[in-house]
C-alpha cells in the first residue's frame, strides 16, 4: 500500500498537537487570584500524572483516521494488594515472612481516549453541551475480567444494592478485532460492564454488569454533565459522527495502489515472461520457472520461444 494516507494523517497530527489544548484558567477579579493559583496547579498537576497529553493523542488520531475522537474525564481510583518480603528475630536467626498491604497505584481525575465501538451516544444527538439537540444520554461498554470486576465494584460506594456477587461470567463478551482466542482460554473469565450516564430527562449514573443492576443513582459529579468530550476533524452539520482523512482519501488511495500494483505486475512479466512451446514437446511446467543458469531440453528449439512483454 502507498502510505499517502498515513503520511497525511501524520503530518496534520504533528501540526495540531503542538497547540495548547488545555482550558485556560483566569481570574475575573483580584479576588480570584489566590484561588486561580491554586486551581492552575492542581490541574497541570493531575494532567502530568494521567499522562494527559497521550491521551489528547490518540483522541485526536482518532479523529484524523476516523472522523471523530471520544474522551471521557473522570476520577480515576486503582488499588491492589501486593506483599513484601519482611524479616524478624526468630529462635534460631532470622525468618524471612510476607505481609500484605494494600498500595494505591493512582488516584486521581484521568482523561481518556474512549474507543468508538465502545461508546454509544443519544441516537437524536449532535454534540454535547447545551442547546435542543445536544446529548442527553450516552453508554460506555467495558468488557473486565470477573476478578478485576470484584476487585473495583465492591465497598458502598460501587455496590450499594449488593448484586455484584449475583454476577456470572458470560454474556456478550466480544473484544477482538482481529484476533480471536478459543472460548477455552475466556470461558468463566469476562463479562460485560454497561454505564448508562443521563443528562436529561433525569440526572443519573447506572451501571449493570451482566444485565445485573450494580448501581442505580445519580450522577455522581457536581457538574451534572456527561463525562465525554468530542473531537470531530470534518464536521458534517447536523449529525454527531464527523468524517475523517481516510475516508476523504480512499479512492485517491485505491487509485495509487492500483497503479502501484500494475507497476509491479508489468516487472513480473519483464523479468519471468510467459513462454511458447509447441505441443508435441514433453515439458513439464516446473522446468519453466525461471532461475540462474537454468536449462530445457528440447527437440527442435524453434519451436521453443520466449514471450517478451514490451513497454
Not at 11 to 18: F, G, Q, R, Y
Not at 60 to 70: E, N, Q, S, V
Not at 87 to 108: I, L, M, R, S, W
Not at 163 to 186: A, C, I, M, Q
Request: charged share 30%; glycine share 6%.
Amino acid at each position: 500500500v502507498v502510505p499517502l494516507t498515513p503520511s497525511i494523517i501524520e503530518s496534520e497530527l504533528a501540526e495540531v498537537i503542538d497547540q495548547n489544548w488545555r482550558p485556560m484558567i483566569v481570574a475575573r477579579g483580584e479576588e480570584d487570584k489566590a484561588k486561580v493559583a491554586v486551581a492552575r496547579r492542581a490541574y497541570e498537576y493531575s494532567w502530568e500524572i494521567a499522562n494527559g497529553d497521550l491521551a489528547v493523542l490518540s483522541i485526536l488520531k482518532d479523529a484524523l483516521i476516523r472522523g471523530t475522537g471520544i474522551g471521557q474525564e473522570y476520577v480515576w481510583s486503582e488499588k491492589r494488594k501486593v506483599k513484601f518480603l519482611k524479616a524478624k528475630q526468630g529462635k534460631e536467626g532470622p525468618e524471612v515472612y510476607e505481609k500484605e498491604e494494600e498500595v494505591t497505584d493512582f488516584d486521581n481525575p484521568y482523561l481518556e481516549a474512549v474507543k468508538l465501538e465502545d461508546f454509544f451516544p443519544d441516537e437524536k444527538g449532535r454534540y454535547f453541551g447545551v442547546g435542543p439537540y445536544s446529548c442527553r444520554d450516552a453508554i460506555r461498554r467495558y468488557v473486565m475480567d470477573i476478578n478485576v470486576f470484584k476487585e473495583v465494584f465492591s465497598g458502598p460506594v460501587w455496590d450499594p444494592l449488593g448484586n455484584v456477587k449475583y454476577v456470572t461470567p458470560g454474556g456478550d463478551t466480544n473484544y477482538w478485532e482481529f484476533f480471536k482466542p478459543p472460548d477455552s482460554l475466556r470461558k468463566d473469565k469476562d463479562i460485560e460492564v454497561l454505564w448508562y450516564w443521563g443528562k436529561r430527562p433525569w440526572d443519573a449514573l447506572f451501571i449493570a454488569a451482566n444485565d445485573v443492576v450494580i448501581r442505580m443513582g445519580p450522577n455522581p459529579y457536581n457538574h451534572k454533565q456527561l463525562p465525554f468530550g468530542r473531537a470531530v476533524d470534518i464536521l458534517r452539520t447536523h449529525q454527531f459522527w464527523g468524517k475523517g482523512e481516510s475516508a476523504l482519501m480512499e479512492s485517491i488511495q485505491d487509485e495509487l495502489n492500483t497503479i502501484r500494483r500494475q507497476r509491479l505486475d508489468r516487472s513480473h512479466l519483464n523479468i519471468d515472461p510467459m513462454i511458447l512451446t509447441s505441443n508435441r514437446e514433453d515439458i513439464d511446467e516446473n522446468q519453466l520457472i525461471a532461475r540462474p543458469h537454468g536449462s530445457i531440453q528440447v527437440d527442435d528449439v524453434n519451436n521453443f520461444k520466449q514471450l517478451f512483454v514490451t513497454d
